[in-house]
């Protein structure tokens, strides 16, 4: 019979590929192989022209349920003969093409055995199959095998050796394969290097009772070390706040089950289906007013009304949530500003003055990454990515065919940095990185670039930046650019935003005209000045600034980021009766400062409706100087749902009399509307809400004016899933609406965006795909 040669590409290593073709061989009689490559599967079959149909279709219809088909072809071959059908050695070289795997939380059937006595696997917290594991954090370079990742050192004992070689078995060739008998060790230690105990049943019961004390533990999880305490001991929260420098930011919660959950917080289907997903992600949800389990709730989110809750999801997790019994704290394990600790060197001089006591385990992590945080809008159940990161990094599967000959590398922006490198005609959108102020944070983005890229092994041919000159991600991009001698693009801010948008959904080549909706903090214009209210019309492959906020003086510059009574004071110059609500947020000595800082001429503008909402939040919730990035916001949209939830969506902005200028929105008369609902006595929860259902009014002016159908939201703004909500409820039955679906509204997203501007350029000049 003939020979057909099979080739799969997308996400198809580290997904039990290999196993599933073998066990579809037996069962169609098949001889042949097949094997890993740098490129996806290859498989070599011995069939006649109809069998070898049959059974390449039947390949692609029931794959893994992990894995992602990108690309698959069939094609006749030099015939040869096969004695049986095997998987042989993986073949290294040649050009990589795959989907990078990322890492699964645990899985059902490791699950039941985890926790079943007769299981030769009872309790070993390292228990995987090849459906669930680490796979993007331990993985070298390519293709897929033990041997290319960080578990090399560890040789399979007969036993899992027998499995791995069983094709009935769930862990025939699972690579990521121990047990007791060939075991990655756990070490429990003291802040100061000594042991505690090395036993894993001991160092579990020990750990359960180091919490129950009071002590913060900091624990080497998948992609990184977490710190946590006991969730319901305050001062150990507060004392954890103490030490991490954290003074009110968030703390998430990772919690034994979902009917412990369930007590403490709303829990909407669609939020449990995320938690329980293989990605399992940090969710956000409302908390009850006295979580029965007893969390710290004001400790854990101080003035917040929700919580970010987390499963266990690998198995040392499972095995010392089930011990605890109860919530503990759960944050990435860093110094406040720095990227998460994830090597055992760094982590025993980094974070001993902030744990009294380190869990690690001597399987190391090849790409560190924090925990993936999602929210759903409360009404609609809009789906918000805040983190992209653990169970999702680093393949995106954009609906935008890419060019296969180009290697490029987008290296996004500042605050929210993520790089996104096109490789073969895929898409690999980094994880989160943090904010990139530091010489630490700086480094881990370097290494992080350097490591995916030596994962495949290339170097890009084109390099893509913000035209911001001080981010450090564009002075990178310069210097290897300058070093690679390749071609630099640089991409305005907010239009990368709108862009990503156009990627997600497909529109690069729309027919009908598209508003892009880009609200966030701050971001770079073309004219020089502070950006972040903005709106573009996209058409025939062109971005028009079509409206904006009309400009506030900006000229205290980064310190009003800090300081919401700076938003509210730049906003409101020149507004009558203003003085009356801001002069009480200033000494008198600062009052004169800023005074006299205003009396001169605005070197720095600002659109920004980020600023804005610090305005209003410094106005309506007294929050004037703030510890974290956002925070006045979520406390303005708490303010503002609050309303919402008892009164519904169906609301009156405020008077938009006069709110066009020029073309552009008044920001002066808008925050003036604020004053005077002040002035009138108004609670402070309805003109929060307010607010809102004025912004979503603006949108719709503008866009009646663009004469457009479809409306694109970006931007750090449109985290607010009340805006959300609201733009769904006023906007979804008179336009089509489009919202990030992989990727985050924030920064992160700026990465791709900038990739789609690059690819919306060589359109336009007749560049080939």
Request: hydrophobic share 40%; charged share 25%.
């Amino acid at each position: 019979m003939p020979t057909y040669h099979i080739h799969i590409e997308g996400q198809v290593q580290g997904v039990g590929f290999r196993p599933y073709v073998y066990r579809m061989a037996r069962e169609h009689g098949l001889k042949g192989w097949v094997s890993n490559t740098n490129d996806g599967v290859h498989v070599e079959i011995e069939a006649s022209p109809e069998e070898a149909d049959i059974f390449y279709q039947c390949l692609v219809a029931k794959a893994p349920l992990m894995s992602v088909i990108l690309r698959h072809s069939i094609r006749k071959v030099e015939k040869k003969e096969f004695e049986n059908f095997q998987i042989v050695e993986s073949l290294e070289g040649g050009e990589a093409s795959l989907l990078l795997t990322p890492d699964f939380a645990i899985c059902e059937d490791c699950r039941r055995e985890l926790l079943h006595n007769d299981n030769r696997r009872f309790a070993y917290p390292f228990i995987t199959c090849t459906n669930c594991g680490p796979r993007f954090s331990i993985i070298r370079r390519l293709p897929y095998d033990r041997e290319r990742t960080t578990m090399a050192p560890f040789e399979m004992c007969p036993d899992c050796r027998a499995e791995y070689d069983d094709p009935l078995d769930r862990r025939y060739y699972s690579q990521t394969n121990s047990c007791p008998a060939c075991s990655i060790q756990l070490a429990l230690r003291k802040s100061d290097g000594s042991i505690v105990a090395t036993d894993p049943g001991l160092i579990i019961e020990k750990t359960a009772r180091l919490w129950k004390d009071g002590k913060i533990v900091a624990v080497k999880g998948i992609g990184g070390f977490l710190l946590t305490c006991d969730a319901s001991n305050a001062a150990a929260v507060e004392e954890l706040r103490r030490r991490k420098n954290r003074p009110t930011k968030p703390f998430a919660l990772m919690y034994p089950d979902i009917a412990t959950l369930k007590q403490d917080a709303s829990l909407p289907a669609a939020a449990e289906a995320l938690l329980t997903s293989p990605a399992a992600p940090i969710v956000l949800l409302p908390a009850v007013g006295s979580p029965p389990s007893g969390i710290a709730l004001e400790q854990i989110a101080p003035g917040l009304e929700q919580i970010g809750v987390m499963l266990p999801y690998a198995p040392l997790y499972e095995l010392l949530l089930r011990q605890f019994q109860r919530p503990i704290i759960a944050t990435s394990g860093n110094v406040s500003g720095a990227p998460i600790c994830y090597e055992d060197g760094e982590a025993m001089k980094t974070l001993p003055p902030i744990a009294d006591y380190l869990l690690l385990n001597n399987r190391e992590i090849a790409t560190p990454q924090d925990d993936s945080v999602i929210r759903l809008s409360p009404r609609y159940e809009v789906p918000v990515y805040l983190r992209r990161s653990r169970g999702y990094a680093p393949t995106l599967l954009p609906p935008v065919k890419a060019p296969e000959k180009e290697v490029v590398l987008a290296t996004g922006a500042e605050l929210k940095s993520t790089f996104t490198l096109l490789q073969a005609g895929n898409y690999y959108a980094s994880q989160y990185l943090g904010a990139l102020g530091t010489l630490e944070t700086q480094e881990r983005f370097r290494e992080t670039a350097r490591h995916l890229m030596s994962i495949f092994g290339v170097r890009p041919n084109v390099i893509l930046t913000d035209k911001h000159p001080g981010y450090f991600s564009t002075q990178l991009g310069q210097e290897l650019a300058t070093q690679w001698e390749v071609p630099l693009f640089e991409f305005q801010h907010h239009i990368a935003h709108f862009a990503a948008l156009l990627g997600e959904h497909g529109l690069l080549a729309s027919e009908a005209p598209v508003l892009g909706v880009v609200w966030d903090g701050l971001g770079l214009g073309d004219d020089g000045q502070i950006w972040g209210g903005e709106f573009f019309l996209y058409r025939d492959r062109n971005f028009k600034r079509f409206s904006q906020f009309e400009y506030f003086n900006y000229t205290l510059g980064d310190k009003i980021a800090r300081e919401p009574r700076l938003s509210a004071l730049m906003a409101c110059q020149g507004i009558e009766g203003a003085e009356q609500w801001l002069r009480p947020k200033f000494s008198p000595t600062e009052w004169n400062v800023y005074q006299k800082l205003l009396g001169r001429p605005a070197g720095l503008r600002s659109s920004s409706v980020g600023r804005i909402f610090d305005a209003v939040a410094s106005l309506l919730t007294g929050r004037d100087v703030c510890s974290f990035e956002g925070e006045a916001a979520m406390l303005l949209e708490q303010m503002a749902h609050r309303y919402c939830r008892k009164n519904g969506l169906e609301i009156r902005g405020l008077h938009e009399e006069g709110w066009k200028k020029n073309g552009q929105i008044s920001t002066s008369r808008l925050m003036a509307g604020i004053l005077e609902s002040l002035g009138r006595g108004e609670r402070t929860e309805y003109i929060a809400a307010k607010f809102h259902r004025s912004l979503i009014g603006v949108v719709e002016m503008v866009a009646k004016r663009a004469g457009v159908e479809k409306l694109a939201f970006s931007g750090g703004v449109f985290q607010n899933a009340l805006l959300v909500d609201m733009a769904q409820h006023y906007l979804g039955k008179k336009y089509s609406l489009y919202f990030h679906r992989q990727l985050s509204p924030n920064d992160e997203s700026v990465s791709f965006g900038q990739l789609m501007c690059y690819f919306i350029s060589k359109q336009k000049s007749g560049g080939e795909f």
